[in-house]
């Protein structure tokens, strides 16, 4: 497989997995399908095997040193399909201390019935590295003059900056970061998420076993609609039963979460975890996760939402842009080493979107709004959830549409940034 170097886009990710392969034997990446694992691992690598094709597995199967003996470091596309791969690598890895031998990539996790195959966990031989799909700030969408890491040391400046139409927005939510969308046409940038999504339907949720597509599909829609919002496994059954005829309800909670389980391993759920650290009163703190598709595209596949819909539905447009400043938010926190959360107050009803921990500890809580109409709620809030924390927030932040300045706000110390213009 041949990629164009001339056309590749850099990824935040190039330098961890440059200073993986320093550090362990062999690399891990994983992520969702289409998001650029194998092309950026071959920017890595020396050699490749690509285990979807059918001659390599079988040379695979049939000896694991006929695969195992290029040029290191050594890429292995898509090893989980031939799972013995990773102990035979792990092994290899103990025979001596060289570094950075092997890259593994797989777009599908093993289910519990082919784990059995897997002996050891690769601890401190092979390194694991999940990968997303491209941040506006990696496809040339935000200028960067906005960073996390300027805020954290106190060293952003203000700046004014050119903000998008919500069209252009829209447009960015409906493409999403597949990077072989990011040059398509605005009016065609519908088509690559569709078409992930019957790729889902018609294959790759019956990798182990035969699931029904209609109740897969409701599930996705179910997904799409609740986007970014804390949703339980009973309000996914109750939702589904609400839209769909009631010969083809998801009735069995083994069932919905055996086909939740078949998302969560095709990384196409991500789930924002509920912070709780440092609150005054822990017993009224949520704990259920927000709950995410990988990419906010995805969800406009699901529900069939194009950016003209998206204009004429601005409530749903604002879950959209949550969305799709919490995967940039995600990318960017884990390429710095650290952890996105969200906050919710069972009691008061008090929530704050993101909250961004950092490698060493430290904290900033973030607040969303696609309009600059919200920014003063969004400021109070902000203010509630600083007075209740024992620990106070690094900096606070409001990320929103249409903003033209990078900006700390005099009276409350908060900073209000366009997403177009953050970078980690």
Not at 230 to 251: G, M, R, W
Not at 297 to 302: E, I, K, T, W, Y
Not at 393 to 400: E, L, N, V
Request: charged share 35%; glycine share 4%.
């Amino acid at each position: 497989m041949n990629f164009n170097n001339d056309e590749y886009m850099p990824r935040l990710i190039d330098k961890n997995l440059d200073d993986y392969l320093k550090v362990f034997g062999a690399l891990s990446v994983e992520g969702p399908k289409w998001c650029g694992k194998t092309w950026t691992s071959s920017k890595h690598a020396k050699s490749a095997v690509y285990l979807d094709d059918d001659e390599t597995k079988e040379r695979a199967l049939l000896d694991l040193e006929l695969i195992l003996n290029e040029e290191q470091p050594e890429l292995i596309d898509e090893w989980h399909l031939v799972p013995k791969i990773w102990d035979k690598v792990r092994r290899k890895c103990d025979e001596d201390s060289k570094k950075g031998k092997y890259i593994l990539t797989c777009s599908t996790e093993l289910n519990d019935e082919r784990k059995k195959e897997v002996f050891h966990s690769g601890a401190g031989r092979i390194g694991k590295i999940k990968m997303y799909t491209m941040s506006l700030y990696e496809s040339g969408d935000s200028t960067g003059d906005a960073s996390l890491t300027a805020m954290l040391e106190d060293k952003q400046k203000n700046v004014n900056v050119k903000i998008p139409s919500l069209k252009e927005l829209a447009n960015l939510i409906v493409r999403g970061g597949w990077p072989s969308n990011i040059k398509v046409d605005a009016d065609k940038v519908g088509l690559i998420p569709k078409s992930y999504i019957e790729s889902i339907l018609d294959k790759d949720m019956n990798d182990d076993k035969k699931r029904d597509k209609n109740k897969m599909r409701m599930l996705l829609k179910s997904l799409a609609r609740n986007e970014s919002t804390v949703v339980s496994n009973e309000t996914l059954i109750k939702d589904i039963d609400n839209y769909e005829n009631e010969s083809e309800l998801i009735e069995s909670r083994i069932t919905l979460r055996d086909y939740l389980d078949v998302l969560d391993r095709l990384h196409i759920i991500e789930n924002q975890e509920a912070y709780s650290e440092n609150y005054r009163s822990k017993e009224r703190i949520g704990k259920s996760p927000k709950r995410h598709l990988t990419d906010p595209s995805l969800v406009c596949a699901s529900l069939n939402m194009n950016a003209d819909k998206l204009l004429k539905d601005l409530k749903t447009f604002g879950f959209l842009f949550e969305s799709l400043v919490e995967r940039d938010l995600r990318i960017y926190i884990e390429y710095l080493g650290g952890h996105l959360y969200h906050f919710r107050d069972n009691v008061t009803g008090l929530e704050v979107d993101s909250i961004l921990e950092f490698s060493n500890g430290d904290y900033a809580a973030v607040e969303i709004k696609l309009g600059y109409n919200a920014i003063e709620t969004a400021k109070k809030d902000l203010l509630k959830f600083y007075d209740n924390m024992i620990i106070k927030p690094k900096f606070m932040c409001i990320i929103t549409g249409n903003f033209t300045s990078v900006v700390k706000d005099k009276e409350t110390g908060i900073y209000i940034v366009p997403i177009t213009a953050l970078k980690p």
